[in-house]
């Protein structure tokens, strides 16, 4: 009996055991995946607690719903990978042993990395909205914010969602625009890229949109610490921006056991090959989702594309082929822009986001890198799509590799990553 | 990318001056590349040029800033002051890199 043992029933983790279980014979092998918790959080529901238009029970679900039968769910924390023993040990003592290791326990904000962010004003005038608490938080202080500074920021790249800060934004200045005190709020958008956002064509449309609401951007700002008293971010480089209230996006890592067990990067991210996920330490460790160091975008929509991919790989893999399958790092996002409104962007290791539309060249319906209604529609749509089809790995009808078919060129094509 | 001449070297370079091939740098390049953007190299600038064209060659990536601090131990702070404005940049740009990947 070959044993393949998941770490992480997220986004990623489901995916993997949903759809290995209907490739793998039952009688030859076991399925085992670990989580700490029986709630599955849908993480991109979070931007939209604090403006009141979700609450908890749009965003949580059972985790065991979503597993497939013939898949064991493990509920314990993970201590560490031994993986000269091809064991993990959880912190109570069990050991699991595997043939196959996925790794999918994605990534996590960590407001403890950043001096002052845990202090006196923690969710009293500093808030993040990528934990389910935090974003609920955040929706208390938003109602009761009329006047003063409010600083949008994010400690250091890379991040889960990375338009998130950006669609948080929008929508405030939206908010604010309907409840008639937009011009009682100066907004600042602080970031450690020296744009709004990092590919260039994606950057100077989305950094005019920021201009166009007003927003002041403050680019290449490395945070080094924050004054709770003084109420300031304080820059390595020494700037200081002042604030009333404080929406920050910590710096993110991997696990905590991904350090311990010697398979980490810097930040606990696993280093894989870009194109197979296959670790690049252990041939038997492969990394998926948020998890892993492969330079895209730490997002869902990747995690579903790599996973087509991964699936087929690791058939092959498993039986001693080499995989042909190669992961390009396709990743798509919807943007709320505020007033009902929403942008998407394509793109992959190699193309940065165009505009355009999606997924069919000239129809769309969805539009690339454009504001317009039907694409918050598609954002909204989204969810629905998460549970029902993604989560339990049915077909959903967009392939897996980016195309160019429906993109505008720019004149100087360029964009390699 | 076009060639240019730093100093009595042909060297390639993408449209921003950064180096596009690993093996055409070396250390009397390095100096001339920091003096272009004001930068007079000591041993601590040093330590943090070879940590980037060492883990390169290692990781196929130039390192983040957090990275170099990280596994150079050098603390952030020193880089900005070693490499003031744009510390990651004007790394990988001495050490003839690519500029890192910000964005994703």
Same mark, same amino acid.
């Given at each position: 009996?070959?044993?393949? !043992?998941?770490?992480?029933?997220?986004?990623?983790?489901?995916?993997?055991?949903?759809?290995?279980?209907?490739?793998?014979?039952?009688?030859?092998?076991?399925?085992?995946?670990?989580?700490?918790?029986?709630?599955?959080?849908?993480?991109?529901?979070?931007?939209?607690?604090?403006?009141?238009?979700?609450?908890?029970?749009?965003?949580?679900?059972?985790?065991?719903?979503?597993?497939?039968?013939?898949?064991?769910?493990?509920?314990?924390?993970?201590?560490?990978?031994?993986?000269?023993?091809?064991?993990?040990?959880?912190?109570?003592?069990?050991?699991?042993?595997?043939?196959?290791?996925?790794?999918?326990?994605?990534?996590?904000?960590?407001?403890?990395?950043?001096?002052?962010?845990?202090?006196?004003?923690?969710?009293?005038?500093?808030?993040?909205?990528?934990?389910?608490?935090?974003?609920?938080?955040?929706?208390?202080?938003?109602?009761?914010?009329?006047?003063?500074?409010?600083?949008?920021?994010?400690?250091?790249?890379?991040?889960?969602?990375?338009?998130?800060?950006?669609?948080?934004?929008?929508?405030?200045?939206?908010?604010?625009?309907?409840?008639?005190?937009?011009?009682?709020?100066?907004?600042?958008?602080?970031?450690? !890229?020296?744009?709004?956002?990092?590919?260039?064509?994606?950057?100077?449309?989305?950094?005019?949109?920021?201009?166009?609401?007003?927003?002041?951007?403050?680019?290449?700002?490395?945070?080094?610490?924050?004054?709770?008293?003084?109420?300031?971010?304080?820059?390595?480089?020494?700037?200081?921006?002042?604030?009333?209230?404080?929406?920050?996006?910590?710096?993110?890592?991997?696990?905590?056991?991904?350090?311990?067990?010697?398979?980490?990067?810097?930040?606990?991210?696993?280093?894989?090959?870009?194109?197979?996920?296959?670790?690049?330490?252990?041939?038997?460790?492969?990394?998926?989702?948020?998890?892993?160091?492969?330079?895209?975008?730490?997002?869902?929509?990747?995690?579903?594309?790599?996973?087509?991919?991964?699936?087929?790989?690791?058939?092959?893999?498993?039986?001693?082929?080499?995989?042909?399958?190669?992961?390009?790092?396709?990743?798509?996002?919807?943007?709320?822009?505020?007033?009902?409104?929403?942008?998407?962007?394509?793109?992959?290791?190699?193309?940065?986001?165009?505009?355009?539309?999606?997924?069919?060249?000239?129809?769309?319906?969805?539009?690339?890198?454009?504001?317009?209604?039907?694409?918050?529609?598609?954002? !909204?749509?989204?969810?629905?799509?998460?549970?029902?089809?993604?989560?339990?790995?049915?077909?959903?009808?967009?392939?897996?590799?980016?195309?160019?078919?429906?993109?505008?060129?720019?004149?100087?094509?360029?964009?390699?990553? | 990318?076009?060639?240019?001449?730093?100093?009595?070297?042909?060297?390639?370079?993408?449209?921003?001056?950064?180096?596009?091939?690993?093996?055409?740098?070396?250390?009397?390049?390095?100096?001339?590349?920091?003096?272009?953007?004001?930068?007079?190299?000591?041993?601590?600038?040093?330590?943090?040029?070879?940590?980037?064209?060492?883990?390169?060659?290692?990781?196929?990536?130039?390192?983040?800033?957090?990275?170099?601090?990280?596994?150079?131990?050098?603390?952030?702070?020193?880089?900005?002051?070693?490499?003031?404005?744009?510390?990651?940049?004007?790394?990988?740009?001495?050490?003839?890199?690519?500029?890192?990947?910000?964005?994703?």
């Amino acid at each position: 009996m070959q044993r393949l !043992l998941v770490l992480g029933g997220g986004t990623a983790g489901t995916m993997v055991v949903n759809k290995l279980r209907r490739k793998l014979s039952r009688s030859q092998w076991t399925i085992t995946v670990v989580d700490r918790d029986d709630h599955h959080l849908y993480q991109p529901g979070f931007l939209f607690i604090p403006f009141g238009v979700y609450d908890e029970s749009d965003v949580i679900r059972s985790r065991h719903r979503f597993i497939t039968d013939g898949v064991e769910l493990v509920l314990g924390e993970i201590d560490r990978v031994d993986a000269d023993a091809s064991e993990v040990l959880l912190t109570d003592g069990r050991r699991l042993g595997y043939d196959y290791l996925v790794i999918a326990t994605g990534t996590t904000p960590r407001p403890d990395q950043t001096p002052g962010m845990l202090g006196p004003e923690w969710r009293k005038s500093i808030f993040d909205f990528y934990s389910l608490d935090g974003a609920q938080a955040l929706a208390r202080a938003l109602a009761g914010f009329d006047n003063g500074r409010l600083v949008v920021h994010i400690v250091d790249m890379p991040i889960k969602c990375p338009v998130a800060p950006l669609e948080f934004t929008f929508l405030t200045d939206a908010r604010l625009r309907q409840r008639g005190i937009r011009d009682r709020v100066d907004i600042t958008y602080v970031t450690p !890229l020296p744009g709004a956002f990092t590919k260039p064509v994606c950057s100077s449309k989305l950094g005019w949109m920021l201009d166009e609401r007003k927003i002041a951007l403050e680019p290449d700002f490395m945070v080094e610490r924050i004054d709770p008293e003084a109420k300031k971010l304080i820059s390595y480089d020494e700037r200081e921006i002042g604030f009333d209230l404080l929406v920050t996006v910590p710096l993110n890592m991997g696990a905590d056991y991904i350090a311990r067990s010697g398979l980490g990067d810097e930040l606990n991210y696993v280093p894989v090959d870009k194109h197979t996920l296959l670790s690049t330490a252990r041939d038997n460790i492969f990394a998926i989702g948020d998890a892993s160091n492969i330079p895209t975008s730490k997002a869902g929509s990747v995690a579903h594309f790599a996973v087509d991919v991964f699936t087929g790989n690791f058939l092959q893999h498993a039986a001693g082929r080499p995989m042909t399958g190669s992961f390009d790092g396709h990743t798509n996002c919807f943007i709320e822009s505020g007033d009902g409104k929403g942008l998407l962007i394509d793109f992959n290791y190699d193309t940065e986001p165009l505009s355009g539309t999606y997924p069919v060249p000239g129809v769309g319906p969805f539009g690339l890198l454009r504001e317009s209604t039907v694409n918050h529609w598609g954002k !909204l749509g989204f969810r629905w799509m998460y549970w029902h089809l993604l989560l339990p790995g049915r077909p959903i009808p967009l392939p897996a590799q980016m195309s160019m078919a429906g993109k505008h060129q720019p004149v100087s094509a360029g964009g390699k990553s | 990318m076009t060639v240019t001449t730093i100093g009595s070297a042909q060297v390639h370079v993408d449209a921003e001056g950064f180096l596009t091939e690993y093996d055409e740098w070396n250390e009397d390049l390095a100096g001339q590349l920091a003096a272009q953007i004001g930068i007079t190299l000591t041993d601590a600038h040093w330590k943090a040029i070879r940590f980037l064209r060492e883990d390169y060659q290692a990781m196929g990536e130039t390192a983040t800033l957090r990275r170099v601090s990280t596994q150079a131990g050098m603390p952030i702070k020193e880089l900005f002051q070693l490499f003031p404005g744009k510390p990651a940049k004007k790394m990988a740009y001495i050490a003839g890199l690519p500029k890192p990947v910000g964005c994703v």
